[in-house]
């Protein structure tokens, strides 16, 4: 029981909700299961967040082409992501709270360079990612005020917003999703709902569970259009077909 104490406390319970589950039988504990199950969660999404864009950056590459994304999209994305971890390291909230902020980024800055790069301007693509990793580190800096950090975050919102609006206007004007991943879409949509749940469990902080709504809602824009424009070919997917027969 000790070791399973170790690895269970303080990680994924605390120490009171370890007795009551364990020491108590006490099953049924509301608050604690509510713990335990935004833990889990927060753990599931963090998981899944390693390969959640992978397929998009794998349609790229194969595809050889960006059509259909609206890399103005994307970095306001970066810029949501980015603000979100700069606000949740400098509030100290636990990893679980956030942590899939970090591989999604990652995969964000790549998947903004392949655009880049497939659109003939590799050189443009490698200075974005210089002059953003530097942003990042004076952001993470103590000189950085707190205020300018909350500020960040709060432009989180109109950022989201934009940013699939901007991508959803990309789709209904091409009347098609383009290289979009079917994959990528429906996780990001299904992610930020359990994540409304698991940032007002775990962070308490409003501002937070207010972007993951706001994310939530311009997340099921796109998953519907993706819904809507499934059997819709883009130009691109129509030459390749061409090419091959």
């Known amino acids: 029981m000790e070791a399973l104490r170790t690895l269970l406390v303080p990680a994924i319970l605390p120490e009171r909700c370890y007795d009551e589950f364990f020491l108590s039988y006490n099953l049924l504990h509301v608050d604690c299961l509510k713990m335990l199950i935004s833990k889990l969660l927060g ?3 963090i998981l899944g967040s390693v390969m959640v864009k992978v397929p998009q950056i794998v349609k790229l590459v194969r595809s050889g082409t960006a059509e259909g994304l609206s890399f103005q999209s994307v970095l ?6 980015s603000g979100t971890m700069v ?5 100290g909230f636990p990893f ?4 899939e902020v970090l591989f999604l980024m990652i995969q964000t800055l790549i998947i903004s360079f392949l655009i880049q790069h497939l659109r ?3 050189a443009l693509g490698a200075l974005a990612l210089a002059v953003y990793f530097a942003l990042i580190a004076i952001l993470l800096s103590p000189v950085i005020p707190m205020v300018v950090v909350t500020l960040l975050q709060a432009a989180n919102v109109p950022a989201i917003i934009i940013s699939r609006l901007l991508q959803a206007a990309t789709n209904y004007r091409s009347g098609h999703t383009g290289q979009l991943s079917a994959v990528t879409v429906t996780l990001l949509f299904l992610g930020s709902l359990a ?11 409003p501002l937070m569970s207010l972007t993951y709504v706001v994310s939530s809602a311009c997340n099921g824009l796109i998953f519907a259009q993706l819904l809507y424009y499934w059997n819709v070919s883009s130009a691109a997917d129509k030459k390749r077909k061409k090419k091959r027969h």
Request: glycine share 12%; hydrophobic share 40%.
């Open 43 to 45: 753990i599931g999404i």
């Open 76 to 81: 306001l994305e970066l810029l949501a992501l």
């Open 87 to 91: 606000y949740s390291i400098t509030h």
């Open 96 to 99: 679980s709270s956030w942590g």
């Open 120 to 122: 003939g301007r590799t």
């Open 195 to 205: 994540r409304i749940f698991t940032s007002v469990q775990e962070t308490g902080d």
